[in-house]
């Protein structure tokens, strides 16, 4: 009978070292951020033919800085921009540019916009570092040739910095 109880006690010691090793083990790559799908998401942005984000940034209170290069058949002039989780026109923020407030881009040029990115409840976005914001991008513009207006939508996957 001691027999028995010896080897069962052994039994439990050394079931019970290594499940105490592999909980560490565990821990340790929870506190490397392994189970954060954050860590591993990357960012990008996807719009139309014609726009492409060459740069892009998102602070914690939800200001996007967004470079964005053109390169449509004919110069543009962008009259409105927004950033919302929800694909809404509701939150478009004109460019302040006086006296026309719209920015004029020739082909294959580039300008730098700064806007607010909201959340579907049209409260400004604000998220920890580290944290990802998934929204989209609506861009109004006019094209210089034809005079006709267009309304855009791509997408932007963002690492708040």
Do not use: D, R
């Not at 079931?15 to 105490?20: G, H, K, N, P």
């Not at 040029?109 to 914001?133: A, M, V």
Request: aromatic share 12%; proline share 6%; net charge neutral.
């Amino acid at each position: 009978m001691g027999a028995k109880a010896q080897s069962a006690i052994e039994y439990l010691t050394t079931y019970s070292w290594a499940i105490l090793v592999m909980a560490v083990i565990l821990v340790a790559l929870y506190s490397l951020g392994l189970f954060n799908p954050g860590t591993f998401a990357g960012q990008e942005c996807l719009l139309p033919a014609g726009l492409s984000c060459t740069n892009f940034n998102l602070a914690p209170n939800g200001l996007l800085t967004l470079n964005l290069l053109q390169v449509t058949q004919s110069p543009i002039n962008v009259t409105a921009i927004g950033c919302t989780s929800n694909q809404t026109t509701a939150n478009m923020q004109t460019p302040y540019n006086p006296p026309s407030n719209q920015i004029y881009m020739p082909i294959g040029s580039n300008y730098t916009f700064t806007l607010y990115c909201y959340s579907g409840n049209g409260i400004i976005y604000t998220g920890k570092p580290g944290s990802l914001y998934n929204g989209y991008l609506i861009i109004n513009y006019t094209s210089t040739t034809t005079g006709f207006p267009h309304i855009v939508t791509g997408q932007i996957i963002v690492k708040v910095s």
